[in-house]
């Protein structure tokens, strides 16, 4: 058992992770920027630390700050809640080196996780039912236009190391596949850093089911059932429903199955949320898995 745990977070996400360590008696470190001096969970937390001004990227995603602020306090492990630091493999693997206890997965599943079509190639590896499209990232126009031509229009050029619908462009015809590709790989290269792409078949008006998975360090998996997120804008869900009014119970259990059997596939652990995309005629297929 934990006795002191640092918080890397802030608002909300902190607040409930006090409360959890309340009730099991563990100490909690909060930490803070400028602008949250005053915050909620800085006054609730055992004790409290400043790790730089109110830009985000000087303080909560500032990882030496952090680890600085872990070492200072004595903390045995780090939460990084989600959002921030919570998806960045580095960050885990210096945790990993250095004997602090990353709470979440290991940094190499953030890695392999984290990339979108190196995610993808894994799960065809493992038979999980995927999106048709390419197998990993496409390099150009060209490389796109042959996908495209094999799977079909309309087709969506998504950023591998994306998220939060950045690095998305979705394609209709053959004549504006070379701007969208140019233009998505652009837009994940400011936002991401990296302007790897992948190609694939776009459905009009899918179901956008998660399922969240809970994994122990000795293979054991269970999954809590299935959200319903098709509401949405620009990508961003907007309303989580569950359960979902399109998933009876003979494909809820499928579907559990399968994000199982993906989650095994990688000997994952801790907790994570594997993504489908369900279409009209009840063929459901692997989208990713976030690693939070």
Aim: proline residues 4%; negative net charge; contains cysteine.
């Amino acid at each position: 058992m934990f006795k002191k745990i640092l918080i890397a977070n802030r608002g909300e996400i902190a607040l409930r992770i006090i409360r959890a360590c309340r009730e099991l008696s563990i100490k909690t470190v909060a930490i803070y920027s400028d602008a949250d001096v005053k915050s909620l969970h800085v006054r609730y937390a055992d004790e409290h630390v400043c790790v730089g001004p109110a830009d985000s990227a000087l303080s909560y995603r500032n990882s030496p700050n952090v680890l600085s602020a872990a070492a200072l306090t004595g903390a045995d492990a780090i939460h990084p809640g989600y959002g921030f630091l919570a998806e960045n493999s580095h960050f885990a693997e210096v945790c990993e080196s250095i004997g602090i206890v990353f709470i979440g997965p290991s940094s190499e599943h953030i890695a392999i996780l984290g990339d979108k079509a190196k995610a993808k190639e894994t799960m065809i590896r493992h038979g999980i039912p995927v999106l048709p499209g390419s197998k990993g990232e496409v390099r150009n126009a060209e490389e796109a236009l042959r996908v495209a031509e094999d799977i079909g229009f309309p087709i969506i050029v998504k950023a591998s190391s994306g998220g939060g619908g950045r690095g998305m462009r979705v394609v209709g015809k053959k004549e504006d596949l070379p701007h969208a590709v140019q233009a998505a790989q652009a837009e994940a290269r400011s936002t991401f850093g990296h302007d790897g792409v992948y190609v694939e078949r776009f459905f009009i008006d899918p179901r956008h089911i998660e399922i969240q998975v809970l994994a122990d360090a000795h293979g054991n998996v269970v999954h809590l059932g299935e959200r319903d997120c098709s509401v949405q804008r620009r990508y961003q869900k907007l309303v989580e429903e569950s359960p979902s009014p399109a998933v009876d119970e003979a494909l809820r259990q499928e579907m559990g199955r399968v994000a199982i059997e993906a989650v095994k596939s990688v000997q994952y652990r801790n907790a994570g949320t594997v993504e489908f995309l369900l279409d009209h005629k009840g063929e459901f297929y692997f989208m990713e898995i976030n690693t939070r």
